[in-house]
């Protein structure tokens, strides 16, 4: 390849890799990195109330003075939202007494579907602390902006009255004081996940 040659394929590259930046950036809550602020602190978590697997109303506040491992998915998820929550719960177990310091907690992003009861029989497949979360369409689109969380109906094709949702997939760790401390990609596995909150819970010590 000549120089010139090469000088057009580098130059391509570059502009792919720029546009790829720029499409993650733009489209953050579902697949870019998160977004800080000058001061350091991630655009991630906020206010919310809804409703809790046995029919409880909960807020954030709720949750203080513990960390919270935050996952959004839904119970008619066919293998994401499982097998995230199996590492999430797997990860809890391996921690040992330090897991005692975590809530984990599983919010729907599936309104129509996922009532009180649903989640109460759902989550009962996985970890005995889990805290399932529901509410209204309003609610919980409030919690999936503060958690800049992307979800998308899907009809199905074949079945108008059916859909699926189209959604990002990752696990938040926040604080005892509501802020976000890290995160993690629901490609992680549960060794990556256990040594992260190993980390955290050190760090905050």
Not at 114 to 126: G, H, M, N, W
Not at 145 to 169: F, I
């Amino acid at each position: 390849m000549n120089l010139k040659l090469t000088t057009v394929a580098l130059t391509a590259l570059s502009a792919g890799a720029l546009l790829a930046y720029g499409l993650n950036q733009a489209n953050a809550p579902r697949s870019g990195p998160i977004e800080a602020q000058s001061t350091g602190k991630a655009l991630v978590g906020g206010p919310f109330s809804l409703t809790d697997h046995t029919g409880k109303r909960v807020t954030d506040r709720d949750f203080r003075g513990r960390y919270m491992l935050v996952y959004f998915g839904y119970t008619f998820c066919p293998d994401i939202c499982p097998a995230s929550l199996q590492v999430i719960s797997a990860a809890l177990d391996q921690l040992g007494p330090a897991a005692d310091q975590v809530t984990p907690v599983f919010i729907t992003m599936d309104p129509e579907r996922d009532t009180p009861e649903k989640l109460a029989a759902y989550i009962k497949s996985f970890h005995p602390r889990l805290v399932g979360l529901t509410g209204s369409p309003a609610e919980l689109a409030s919690a999936l902006k503060a958690y800049r969380v992307y979800a998308k109906k899907v009809p199905d094709e074949k079945d108008p009255a059916s859909y699926t949702m189209d959604h990002s997939s990752v696990v938040y760790l926040m604080g005892p004081d509501g802020d976000l401390v890290t995160f993690a990609a629901d490609s992680t596995n549960v060794g990556a996940l256990v040594a992260q909150l190993r980390k955290a819970l050190a760090d905050k010590r």
